[in-house]
């Protein structure tokens, strides 16, 4: 599987943004998707999560602001952010999750997208 995610830019504070990120290769094969944002000096935590039914997951600092999506053909995934904040600043990336028929678990990473909100 292959992740390029794309949309990342600088944003002023209460602006909304989205991030899409294509997913080709074996992607009938993903278990669930998801964002995760990296900023400097700290660890990469997840944002939000999409399983392959639709069920969605999100971090407490972005629920209500943030909403993951993906398109009908599945490969597309999207982020919308709305109302950002300085402390959403970072890095944020595509992730997905292969399953394999022996049960395990395969993770696969974009390259990443920069957000910096400015206050």
């Known amino acids: 599987v292959q992740l390029v995610e794309s949309g990342g830019a600088l944003v002023q504070a209460g602006g909304s943004r989205r991030l899409s990120c294509d997913a080709s290769g074996s992607i009938s094969y993903i278990d669930r998707m998801g964002w995760y944002r990296e900023a400097p000096g700290k660890q990469r935590e997840l944002v939000a999560t999409?399983?392959?039914?639709?069920?969605?997951n999100y971090a407490d600092s972005v629920q209500g602001r943030f909403t993951i999506s993906r398109d009908n053909a599945k490969t597309t995934l999207y982020l919308q952010m709305n109302n950002l904040k300085p402390e959403d600043t970072a890095v944020y990336y595509c992730n997905s999750v292969v399953v394999s028929s022996g049960g395990f678990e395969y993770e696969y990473w974009g390259q990443g997208t920069q957000v910096t909100v400015s206050s």
């Open positions: 999409i399983t392959s039914g639709g069920s969605t």
